[in-house]
């Protein structure tokens, strides 16, 4: 049967991550880039004054709501805990391991063009959103699939069915990447760092370490993941900033106690992103293919830039201008991939693992699992405690993932059999969390990429279609906030919605006004 799985797999991994799909995501990414006017370079100023900057000086995107809606930082933080996960640690180290220094050169590349496909995303979302039956808000690809992309003449079925499609995607994704590759990475590094003994049951049946923390998993995931988006938003508001920051101070002391091979590192990485490797005999190490698809595909699997994940929890934020959600969109590929994934490359890159000559793996680490290699990296300077902070992080990075995607999988399966239904796809996720315990790790893997790739292609589609859309929000933003032109804001595709929200920020402007 797994052989089976795996055959099948291979053959529509192949397909979804050949390079006309990853052409697609270039394109896109590039385009939003070109329409929008580079956004995220002319405009870096403001969005980061908005984002991150915003948190310390405007409680409005702090404040706990008390609707159905979730504040801007909560939105940030649930869709960073998605993201922030194992991407970012087992898989740059895996994306050095197989494609070289290189590949990191090409993860920075996918993620500057994906910023402003995130960007795109948010604000599609929010201008296509509507309000479920329980009053939260829906938002996703599979609503400016259905109304946008089908709204178009002639486009009405072909929208309908990638609609579908997404969501079917969606819901695949959210038990690979969103459970079981992040379950599996979890009890891997927990195991491997921690001693913990098989247990005897009474009638002699043996319970495993890894079927005792995928035990364990499963209900630390279950107590939080029936409460909804707003007990899911609530704890990783709280988890993620500090999660983030405590793993961050302990790469910067690694990088700082080899602060003389940064150069060196640099440099391996931007002659590797060009440059092949051959090995004795003639035997090729890597190729530059091979480290432009793993910095594409590792890059994808930690932002998710492209995939219209992020999205359906975005588009539950309180916010009403959709740019201002896509700001944060731009924020949240820089957090997780220009800062977070940076950082864990040169921590890997400067510790000695790798022979920065040959952009291999050194002679003394050549055996190392690519998943233990930035263990071995905090190994090599707080000793045996290295391993466990990371597998420490690992959990906690892969448990706020796991939330994150519960969420996604929800709006998912909402959008395919409706709000009423929901608690049962909850409890198949919490389920799932025990079959990640114990499937073969590369399964995991290798299906979460497959998932990834199936749900990426109609989202691209999607935004491709509606660029004109984006580009022209862009437009009414930068034309009231920077030109200062009195035009009305685009806030919404929906008539009702439009009027409603168009309300509601005059009163929040006005109440700007007193305050100053």
């Known amino acids: 049967m797994v052989e089976m799985i795996e055959k099948v797999n291979g053959a529509v991994n192949g397909f979804v991550w050949g390079w006309p799909a990853l052409i697609l995501l270039g394109f896109v990414g590039v385009l939003m880039t070109v329409l929008t006017k580079f956004f995220q370079v002319g405009h870096i100023g403001h969005w980061f004054k908005n984002t991150i900057g915003a948190i310390f000086g405007d409680r409005k995107v702090t404040k706990h709501t008390k609707d159905k809606t979730i504040s801007q930082f909560q939105s940030l933080c649930t869709a960073l805990a998605a993201t922030v996960g194992t991407g970012n640690i087992v898989g740059v180290a895996s994306a050095i391991a197989v494609g070289g220094p290189g590949a990191v050169f090409w993860m920075w590349v996918i993620a500057f063009f994906g910023m402003m ?50 969501s079917i995607f969606c819901l695949l994704a959210s038990f690979g990447i969103g459970n079981m590759s992040q379950v599996n990475s979890m009890v891997g590094n927990i195991t491997n760092a921690f001693t913990i003994p098989e247990l005897v049951t009474p009638d002699g049946s043996v319970i495993t370490p890894q079927l005792i923390v995928g035990i364990i998993l499963l209900i630390a995931v279950g107590l939080v993941v029936v409460g909804g988006l ?13 999660m983030i920051v405590i793993y961050l101070v302990g790469a910067f002391v690694i990088i700082g106690k080899n602060v003389s091979q940064v150069p060196a590192v640099f440099g391996s990485i931007f002659k590797y992103a060009f440059t092949s490797q051959s090995l004795a005999g003639g035997a090729v190490g890597f190729t530059v293919m091979t480290a432009m698809k793993m910095g594409f595909k590792r890059g994808v699997f930690s932002n998710e830039a492209g995939l219209g994940s992020s999205v359906m929890v975005h588009s539950s934020s309180n916010v009403k201008e959709p740019v201002r959600q896509g700001m944060w969109g731009i924020f949240e590929v820089f957090a997780d991939t220009i800062i977070v994934c940076t950082l864990t490359a040169l921590t890997i890159l400067s510790s000695g693992l790798f022979d920065l000559e040959t952009g291999m793996k050194a002679e003394a680490y050549a055996n190392v699992a690519d998943s233990a290699l930035m263990g071995e990296a905090f190994r090599t300077v707080f000793g045996d405690i290295g391993p466990m902070f990371v597998a420490i992080a690992i959990f906690f990075f892969a448990y706020s993932t796991v939330l994150g995607w519960s969420h996604y999988g929800t709006k998912a399966w909402e959008y395919l059999f409706g709000v009423k239904s929901v608690p049962i796809y909850r409890f198949i996720f919490v389920v799932m969390v025990l079959a990640g315990a114990i499937l073969n790790a590369q399964l995991a893997w290798d299906l979460s990429d497959t998932f990834n790739g199936l749900m990426m292609i109609p989202n691209l589609i999607g935004v491709l279609v509606l660029s004109p859309i984006v580009m022209k929000c862009t437009k009414n933003y930068v034309d009231r906030k920077f030109r200062k032109k009195d035009v009305e804001p685009m806030l919404s595709v929906i008539p009702e919605i ?19």
């Not at 979302?125 to 479920?132: D, H, Q, T």
């Not at 329980?134 to 709204?151: F, H, T, V």
């Not at 007990?231 to 500090?242: D, L, M, Q, Y």
């Open 117 to 166: 496909t995130n960007y795109s995303e948010n604000v599609l979302g929010i201008l296509f959103r509507r309000k479920n039956e329980k009053g939260e808000w829906s938002g996703g690809a599979m609503y400016y699939l259905r109304d946008g992309l089908g709204g178009k003449k002639g486009c009405k079925w072909i929208g309908a069915v990638l609609a579908v499609l997404f």
């Open 230 to 242: 707003k007990r899911v938003a609530s704890f990783t508001e709280k988890i993620v900033p500090v």
């Open 498 to 516: 439009q009027a409603v929200q168009l309300a509601d920020l005059k009163a929040e402007e006005s109440e700007d006004v007193v305050s100053e």
